[in-house]
């Protein structure tokens, strides 16, 4: 795609907004950089930039002018669609892309992708690893961390692209056409944003609506969200069970893991993993899907996950305390995903939970505590809310307090040894940490900060 000369608005100067800039820049666009934080300054946004570049900024509003400059914007996926400037844009048939739609315009290559409510880190890393004993050239990018267009010029036609992504990064896809995609799960949550389920199921399905028959979307056999959607999907469909033999598909069978496209495949088993759970069980069934499609040869795919470890912040192990295991699930950011995260513990636990309201509900997470969860340690905005619903369901043992500090010396002195202590909020970090990255490692600190 040539846009030199093109003029763009990216909006966001966050991660994804900037590494829009500089992929624009390279390619001889103008840019127009605009935040409506106008609080913000030029120094402080080129001290994250690693070179001088020539752009235009605008802090605050935009102008009609500016407008009129524009023949293409790209959001940030923190920015939702339904704000009135971006409904401005679309009124004036400007096209609105996202940080995904540009990457993926210069990109080279196969392309795999997945999303899901829970699990996407998870299965998105294992799935790149796998690619990696296989592929010289594979890039891991979009929601994991790693921006998409940071390295959409670097890719070659032998390129292996894994993207996670995110249904914020979904909204605005227009072209957007993986060889593979993968729908994980689809539960309650980022209400805030898409305001009902039937929008947030919908927007879930953008992964894969510019797929033919000629492509493959894995889904979960086991949510009946994606039983209806699947109709509804124009790939052809793969599934992978937790609990179901199927006739095709991948599932697991007693603790063996079984695969069957035109004939049947023993996999692995899960006792050759090093993850917990059968969330966790379903992810690697999924990563398998997706690289038994890419071509990737079985021997590679089971090296892979014998060597696989868990990835940071999701139940992540951190340490033994005096007879105690504290485990890090601070990417639960919600409340299926700390169901997953309790279900997957042994022994008596202490969940610290809590953080910000993305208007969820919590009776579920609360039932899945049954005799397992001992005490549940609650902060941020969300404790009263929590505490509400754990008590109208008969569970009592609650203590509030103001600080993640605070948590894991309360939560020290509740558990005994042979117990378990885990950080799984069933909420977002925003208001009392950066993102969830940064309330995981402050948790990991506070923990090998505690007396032996």
């Known amino acids: 795609m040539d846009v030199k000369g093109k003029t763009f608005l990216v909006v ?141 010029l670097d890719m070659t036609d032998d390129s292996v692209t894994v993207a996670e992504i995110s249904s914020f990064q979904l909204e605005t896809i227009h072209e957007f056409k993986p060889e593979v995609s993968a729908i994980l799960n689809i539960t309650p949550d980022h209400l805030n944003r898409h305001h009902t389920m039937e929008c947030y199921i919908e927007t879930k399905g953008y992964i894969a609506k510019n797929q033919t028959k000629d492509n493959v979307c894995v889904l979960n056999y086991e949510d009946e969200h994606l039983q209806k959607l699947a109709k509804e999907l124009p790939a052809d469909i793969f599934w992978f069970s937790s609990e179901h033999v199927l006739e095709k598909g991948i599932w697991l069978e007693g603790d063996t893991i079984v695969y069957c496209d035109t004939e049947r495949i023993p996999v692995c088993t899960i006792h050759e993993m090093n993850l917990l759970g059968k969330h966790n069980y379903e992810n690697v069934m999924a990563a398998i899907a997706i690289t038994m499609h890419a071509g990737v040869p079985l021997a590679c795919i089971k090296k892979a996950i014998k060597e696989f470890q868990a990835v940071e912040h999701r139940i992540e192990f951190v340490k033994e305390v005096r007879g105690v295991k504290y485990y890090n699930d601070s990417k639960g950011t919600n409340p299926d995903a700390a169901i997953k995260a309790v279900e997957a513990m042994v022994s008596p636990t202490v969940v610290i939970g809590g953080g910000y309201d993305k208007e969820s509900s919590y009776e579920e997470w609360i039932a899945s505590f049954q005799d397992k969860v001992k005490c549940l340690v609650l902060l941020g905005q969300t404790k009263e809310k929590i505490a509400k619903a754990a008590k109208d369901a008969g569970f009592t043992n609650i203590i509030m307090v103001d600080s993640l500090e605070e948590a894991v010396k309360v939560s020290s002195e509740q558990a005994e040894e042979g117990d378990a202590v885990l950080l799984s909020p069933a909420c977002a970090s925003w208001g009392m940490f950066k993102n969830y990255e940064e309330r995981g490692r402050m948790f990991k600190e506070y923990v090998h900060e505690l007396p032996e």
Do not use: H
């Open 12 to 152: 966001g100067t966050g991660i994804s907004g900037l590494a829009a800039l500089k992929l624009l820049k390279k390619k001889e666009a103008d840019v127009i950089l605009f935040d409506s934080n106008a609080k913000l300054t030029r120094e402080e946004i080129e001290e994250k930039l690693p070179e001088s570049l020539d752009f235009d900024l605008i802090l605050g509003e935009l102008s009609e002018r500016v407008l009129e400059r524009i023949d293409i914007a790209v959001l940030s996926p923190g920015v939702p669609t339904d704000l009135p400037f971006v409904q401005n844009l679309q009124d004036r048939k400007i096209p609105v892309w996202g940080e995904i739609e540009l990457a993926y315009q210069f990109s080279k290559g196969r392309l795999f992708a997945i999303t899901g409510t829970n699990g996407k880190t998870t299965t998105t890393a294992l799935t790149g690893e796998i690619m990696k004993t296989y592929y010289d050239s594979v890039f891991v990018v979009g929601n994991i961390g790693l921006p998409y267009t940071e390295y959409a």
